[in-house]
C-alpha cells in the first residue's frame, strides 16, 4: 500500500529557516529609496494590535507594510559610515 502524498499547508514553517532566509532572491526596492536588498521580519502581536495598525495604515492610505518601513526608518537612522 502507497502512503498518501505529504501536502505542506499553506503556512508551513520551512524546515531550515536559516538556509531559507539566506536562498531568498534579492529583488530591487519598488520605489529605489531602499537598498538592493531587502529581509521579511516576523513579529507576533495580538489580534487587537493588528487591527489597530491595519486601521492606521488604511487610514492614512498606505498599506501596513509602508506604514512599518517608514517608522522603522524613522525610528533606527542609519549610524554614520553605515549604507543607507
Same mark, same amino acid.
Request: glycine share 8%; charged share 25%; aromatic share 6%.
Given at each position: &500500500? ?6 505542506? !499547508?499553506?503556512?508551513?514553517?520551512? @524546515? ?13 526596492? !519598488?520605489? $529605489?529609496?531602499? $537598498?538592493?536588498?531587502? @529581509? ?10 493588528? !487591527?489597530?495598525?491595519?486601521?492606521? @495604515?488604511?487610514?492614512? $492610505?498606505?498599506?501596513?507594510?509602508? &506604514?512599518?518601513?517608514?517608522?522603522? @526608518? ?6 554614520? $559610515?553605515?549604507?543607507?
Amino acid at each position: &500500500m502507497s502512503a498518501p502524498p505529504i501536502r505542506k !499547508g499553506f503556512a508551513a514553517r520551512p @524546515a531550515d529557516p536559516e538556509r531559507w532566509i539566506k536562498a531568498a532572491e534579492a529583488k530591487p526596492a !519598488g520605489d $529605489g529609496s531602499s $537598498g538592493a536588498f531587502t @529581509a521579511r521580519l516576523t513579529i507576533d502581536v495580538t489580534p487587537d494590535l493588528r !487591527g489597530r495598525i491595519k486601521i492606521a @495604515a488604511f487610514s492614512r $492610505g498606505q498599506t501596513v507594510a509602508d &506604514m512599518l518601513r517608514d517608522l522603522l @526608518a524613522r525610528e533606527f537612522p542609519p549610524t554614520s $559610515g553605515e549604507a543607507s
